[in-house]
């Protein structure tokens, strides 16, 4: 008893000697904590439910040593046991250890390691074996659904694996956020988003009410495919936030969740796995390069600065436009910082294979630097004006003020995500990367990772360049979009490059354009250049155009403001690019799309209104049409909207499946073309101020198989937004001035359409069906040709019952 005095005291100095601010202010890295003298307690794996031995190492919380994990198994009876030990490991953590690698053991009069790097090491490990054998199914059987192309039935709905699997890892989901919400509530705060915007939480529920069954077996192959693909998102989602917070220092941790709490909620879902890694494992990680950067410059408080700012302006405009920077601003903020961290890499020896092409790029950008007046032509320039942490901030500020109401801010997210990806995964079957891991777990892409995001940074710094130029608020929001779209085009010719799709002459040219690019970007970090030159880029995809295209270069160049005016008339002019790479591997589809963007850029004979109304594909539909109803269809006022940059656009603007900006490649998008290149297809739609689609409708002017008359069909309605009652009725009011413009019929899903004269003579046709006690005609709805191979039909409950309509990707017969 007299001796606890002089304990407490002691502890007292320790923790005061802990607290401690160091000269710039913060706080010591690795306080020392008191913790008993005892080994670190060992992970048993759980065999029946995750609840019955959770307590033992729940109870853990009085130690400062991060728990072990058990050996990773070769192989595995049941996934209940699996995901039970992550759970189980991720939650476990104590508090007095999250984020210390070192601890004070009073007894023994010494520091102890708390075991912080092993956790997170056998963290991984672990979650790599999950991938590789339960996760690794839902991957292997999406790719065979993409090479079959949808057709017949999925084999993962009927496998005796995939149930057990996806009940083992839903379970794991929901024990990992409940558990959280005790035991690490800043991180709960976040957390819970991820089963909600995964679309997980009916199903958490059942399972936290004990009921385990969850209808998997009788679900319809589609249906069970898309909640495979979320389910193990949000695992990855989970997996990162967790072994993020729990590495980290209290003040990091915060800083982290501060940034991925708008990530969870607003990013799309394919797109959110990999914007937390890049947060989580990118850049708040020991392993990263710019870990030293977020110890010591803060991402946050720059961006407090500029929000005190919008503070006051409590308008809705000023509020959302403070949300999208709000979004974008951590990304582009820590790719800016890389570009600005990166090591210098050395100029190849003199005489060495790419030494002159070194020596010829760094003049070139050092001419360039000097002409647009940039300091960055001085190799110690920026070095002494130290770290730019406020021109992100006063771009996204600027953008804000230029127009609020346009997403012009959140398409900068997904450009640089998408941008980022692209550059680091370009060679990716040569790497051998399994598409259950990440990009930081593999040492080549981890590299390679680290080096684009620093190239990304310079794009990012262009802007900024942009934006504090001086320019006015409209030509910088062209300016930006026009740097998006330059940078996403010289991605697509090295995407071309790499995957071998051009042979020849052409493979040599964007072999050589792809290298000055690529010199470019070193000359720029060799010179500590915040910034490429706008003029710079515009040369050099330029010159990626004409390849693209396959024309004469001079004739791009000879045309450079035309064809920079035809970019910015899009509202995103990056995704026409990103949408060429997407098909470019498709043999069905490449030739189509450059035909396309030809006539987008003026580059050939015929413009886009003729393919869409004269080429002979779309004559052999439009010709079996009454003339009167073709022209009421093309008139002015016919309700809704046959403008192509509007239906490229319904995907992106709903973040629907037939987005360009997505991890699925064209396995959907591709069919936009059957809707933006048919002049019998329009949209009813309702726009909101800036021409983002709210609500839609697609309509298509089609033929009747019995009588084969002409008729309208109007696809299921799209709500960007989730359902809205007004939305629906201005779409249904378009749909009743469609019928009185068109005086032909306009059908929907529930109508009934009768059976008229069957012109068999002509090739009319009814089909019948029975089935489940009905006995129905189907009078079906012809497409019956189409410049385009590929279109979309919204899916409708009961599809495949009576076999009444065909969701999905549709392809052309022959």
């Not at 802990?18 to 080994?39: E, F, I, K, N, Y």
Request: net charge neutral; with cysteine.
């Amino acid at each position: 008893a007299g001796a606890r005095p002089r304990v407490w005291a002691l502890l007292a100095i320790a923790l005061l000697v802990a607290s401690t601010p160091r000269a710039d202010g913060r706080q010591l890295s690795r306080p020392l904590r008191h913790v008993p003298t005892r080994s670190r307690p060992r992970l048993a794996i759980a065999v029946d439910k995750f609840r019955e031995k959770f307590h033992v190492f729940a109870s853990e919380d009085k130690c400062g040593v991060y728990p072990q994990w058990p050996p990773v198994p070769e192989s595995y009876d049941d996934p209940m046991d699996v995901m039970a030990t992550i759970a189980q490991g991720l939650l476990s953590v104590p508090m007095l250890a999250i984020g210390q690698e070192a601890a004070y053991d009073f007894a023994a009069n010494a520091p102890v390691d708390t075991g912080l790097r092993q956790w997170r090491a056998d963290a991984w490990a672990w979650r790599d074996f999950a991938a590789s054998t339960i996760l690794a199914p839902y991957d292997e059987q999406e790719a065979a659904r993409r090479t079959a192309a949808g057709e017949g039935e999925c084999a993962l709905a009927s496998s005796s694996e995939a149930g057990p699997a996806m009940r083992a890892t839903l379970r794991c989901i929901q024990f990992v956020v409940e558990g959280a919400r005790s035991r690490f509530p800043k991180l709960y705060a976040v957390l819970k988003f991820v089963p909600k915007k995964n679309g997980l939480n009916p199903l958490l529920k059942r399972i936290a009410a004990g009921d385990y069954d969850l209808g998997l077996d009788s679900m319809q192959p589609r249906d069970f495919e898309r909640l495979n693909r979320d389910v193990r998102r949000a695992f990855n989602q989970c997996f990162l936030l967790l072994v993020s917070y729990c590495t980290l220092r209290r003040e990091l941790g915060t800083e982290m969740l501060w940034a991925a709490r708008v990530v969870t909620e607003k990013v799309k879902t394919d797109m959110r796995t990999r914007a937390l890694e890049v947060l989580t494992a990118g850049a708040f990680s020991p392993t990263s390069p710019l870990f030293s950067i977020v110890e010591c410059i803060s991402i946050r408080d720059p961006f407090e600065e500029v929000a005190d700012e919008w503070g006051a302006r409590q308008d809705a405009e000023s509020l959302i436009a403070w949300e999208r920077m709000r979004l974008a601003y951590p990304y582009l903020q820590l790719a800016y910082l890389a570009c600005q961290a990166q090591v210098t890499p050395p100029l190849p020896v003199e005489g060495a294979e790419g030494y002159d092409e070194a020596i010829a790029a760094e003049a070139t950008l050092r001419e360039a630097l000097r002409a647009c007046g940039d300091a960055g032509g001085d190799l110690d320039a920026d070095e002494a004006r130290g770290p730019d942490v406020n021109g992100v901030p006063f771009m996204l500020k600027r953008l804000a003020e230029a127009n609020p109401q346009e997403k012009t801010i959140n398409s900068l997210v997904y450009w640089m995500l998408d941008l980022l990806f692209k550059r680091v995964l370009a060679s990716r079957d040569a790497l051998g990367l399994p598409r259950s891991q990440f990009v930081v777990e593999k040492a080549t892409t981890r590299k390679r990772m680290w080096q684009s995001l620093a190239d990304v940074g310079r794009l990012v710094g262009t802007m900024v360049a942009c934006a504090r130029s001086g320019v006015k608020d409209d030509d910088l929001v062209k300016a930006i979009k026009r740097i998006q779209a330059q940078t996403t085009l010289m991605q697509s010719l090295r995407d071309a490059v790499v995957t071998g799709v051009w042979r020849g002459d052409l493979k040599d040219v964007a072999e050589t354009l792809c290298s000055q690019y690529d010199q470019t970007l070193l000359a720029a970090a060799r010179v500590r250049a915040r910034s490429l030159p706008p003029d710079l880029v515009q040369a050099g995809s330029l010159r990626a155009l004409a390849a693209m295209l396959q024309i004469p270069p001079e004739d791009v160049l000879e045309r450079a403001e035309e064809v920079g005016e035809a970019m910015t008339e899009w509202r995103n002019p990056e995704l026409l690019f990103r949408y060429y790479e997407d098909n470019i591997r498709d043999e069905e589809m490449a030739p189509f799309v450059q035909r396309w963007l030809r006539a987008v850029f003026g580059a050939s004979d015929e413009s886009v209104r003729d393919i869409r109304r004269k080429d002979p594909a779309n004559l052999r539909h439009l010709n079996k049409i009454d003339p009167e109803a073709l022209d009421r269809f093309y008139a002015k006022d016919c309700p809704g909207t046959s403008s192509t940059k509007t239906l490229f656009m319904v995907g992106e603007d709903a973040g629907s499946c037939l987005r360009v900006i997505s991890t699925m490649g064209n396995r959907y998008n591709r069919a936009l073309m059957g809707y933006a290149l048919q002049s019998h297809v329009r949209a009813l739609v309702v726009k909101d101020q800036v021409g983002h689609v709210l609500a839609r409708s697609i309509i298509r002017l089609l033929v009747r198989s019995d009588s084969l008359e002409p008729v309208i069909y109007c696809d299921a309605l799209f709500f960007a937004s989730g359902f809205d009652q007004s939305l629906w009725q201005q779409i249904m009011d378009q749909a009743a001035q469609l019928r009185a413009h068109m005086l032909i019929p306009v059908v929907h899903a529930c109508s009934v359409l009768p059976v008229a004269e069957v012109r068999e003579d002509k090739g009319g046709y009814v089909r019948r069906v029975e089935r489940l006690g009905y006995d129905v005609t189907w009078v079906d709805l012809l497409e019956v040709d189409g410049v385009s191979p590929y279109t979309y039909s919204e899916e409708l409950p009961w599809d495949e019952m009576l076999d009444q309509h065909t969701p999905g990707l549709l392809h052309r017969t022959k």
